[in-house]
């Protein structure tokens, strides 16, 4: 998409991260009846400090559209992620901004950014019954339902596991 930059969030970014953030996630339903979770996706300070924050920026405005967290295998933030594989957790578009690209955009630069440092995957989880866009974006990056990777970190809330398969990198010339 033109006009949309994604880069590594500097800490005045973080406010405005943590803001969009718990409103992407209010607004898809997934904060109700929650205990603790929109203190972690306000946590962003956090986060910078065990992985990396990307944000989608706007270029013409240089508003926030959207951020997710990048982490690899062993980080605190880590979830999922085995030996070689990376992760990305968090992933948010701003309600006022969704359709606009940022989303997939994101995903795309985690994408690019495991693919650089040699990993052999991306898994990811995703709440069952929530954030349909987002189930439709990882289907057309081709991300695979791993049920051996579901999980639950509270009762009531499951997560599905997703895993994608990244290119071998071939050093030829």
Do not use: H, N
């Not at 901004?97 to 955009?105: L, N, S, V």
């Not at 650089?116 to 439709?136: H, N, T």
């Not at 974006?137 to 051996?148: M, N």
């Not at 999980?151 to 599905?160: M, N, Q, R, T």
């Amino acid at each position: 998409m033109t006009g949309l930059l994604v880069r590594r969030a500097a800490a005045a970014d973080f406010a405005a991260v943590a803001r969009l953030t718990v409103a992407a996630y209010e607004a898809d339903g997934q904060l109700k009846g929650e205990s603790g979770y929109a203190v972690a996706l306000a946590d962003v300070a956090t986060r910078a400090a065990s992985g990396e924050v990307l944000v989608a920026v706007d270029e013409a405005t240089g508003g926030l559209l959207g951020s997710v967290t990048f982490v690899l295998s062993g980080t605190p933030y880590a979830e999922l992620c085995g030996p070689g594989e990376a992760e990305f957790r968090m992933l948010a578009v701003d309600p006022a901004a969704q359709g606009r690209g940022a989303g997939a955009a994101l995903a795309r630069a985690c994408l690019s950014r495991a693919a650089e440092l040699g990993c052999s995957a991306v898994v990811i989880c995703r709440r069952d019954g929530f954030a349909e866009a987002g189930r439709r974006l990882y289907e057309r990056l081709g991300f695979v339902r791993t049920p051996e990777r579901d999980w639950s970190p509270l009762p009531g809330v499951e997560l599905l596991g997703l895993r994608l398969e990244l290119p071998v990198a071939t050093s030829e010339g």
